[in-house]
DNA sequence: CCAATTTAGATGCATTTGCATCTACCGTCG
DNA sequence: CGACGGTAGATGCAAATGCATCTAAATTGG
């Protein structure tokens, strides 16, 4: 293992997952602060974000359950709370007795439109002075790649 | 090149917030679910890992709390656990009345090193086989950056 | 076809978290 | 100096979270 010289394959991966992990803490941290999430939690408004960018309409509790960062029954009760808010709908899957499916509300999908215009207004205020265009796109890129290359196994 | 016509700024701003964020979140669901936070949460393996990085071995709570993704409180008493643990160790500071210094103890040293060694196998068998090693250091030269732009203001 | 295993989601319960507030201390300005 | 606004942490309390477990339904293997 070297020690001094080139970087070890080891540290640079390190490196890297610790720089990306500080700067999403860094924007996440104003994000939440600003006034966009003070009628929903982000992690609420997460599962809002990827219902409205589902094509059929209707998503699986697992499924959702891959994009946010809680555990199974975290997401569960979360959901609960939002329909108990009326701002998601369940049924259950027509195919797996197991299963339950659920779709946004005309409310809330409404609530996701109007907490995502000021979202992405805070991000772009945050994100596009710190990085040229195509830094962007290449940041994009990268992570874009890391995340399929995680998915594949 | 971008395959349907120019991306809007804000829009360009949104995806790449938006790919950053679900890779931290795919790469922190495979980490936490591994055997090295066994013993101890992530927020409070950061903990000890910001203290062990940090060069004089003490730091003020309120400096800790840049790092970490929780609410002054939360931190207050998760260092409060870690305290109750054996972990670290606090003290009043010296030169302001209303501060606490917090360090190490050579237990917690201990055991940040030994989850931390795992952790680093860990990161660099998700990341490593995802991003060539010239990838990786743009990654990180481009999530540095965004964190720094974001210090500055 | 039925028993055994696996998977989806819900629930009891203890822990963790955040908001609001409180106390103690710092720095400023009269 | 002494009141006053601001900052560092701690704390009461309600809400959110995770772990372990439970039920029900699907799948597998005989």
């Known amino acids: 293992m070297a020690a001094g010289g080139p970087e070890s394959p080891v540290r640079l991966a390190a490196e890297t997952w610790e720089s990306l992990f500080r700067a999403q803490v860094a924007v996440m941290r104003k994000l939440q602060s600003g006034p966009a999430f003070r009628k929903l939690a982000v992690n609420e408004y997460d ?49 797996d007795g197991r299963g339950i499916l659920i779709q946004l509300t005309d409310e809330g999908r409404e609530l996701q439109k109007e907490i995502g215009r ?35 196994r």
Not at 125 to 141: I, S
């Open 47 to 95: 599962v809002l974000f990827t219902l409205s960018r589902c094509p059929s309409g209707w998503l699986r509790l697992n499924e959702l359950n891959d994009n946010v960062l809680l555990s199974q029954s975290s997401l569960s009760r979360l959901v609960e709370r939002l329909e108990k808010r009326g701002l998601v709908a369940r049924m259950p899957a027509p195919e």
């Open 118 to 152: 000021e979202h992405v207004r805070d991000i772009s205020a945050l994100v596009g002075p710190a990085l040229t265009p195509a830094e962007q796109k290449e940041l994009r890129r990268l992570t874009d790649k890391l995340r399929d290359s995680l998915g594949k």
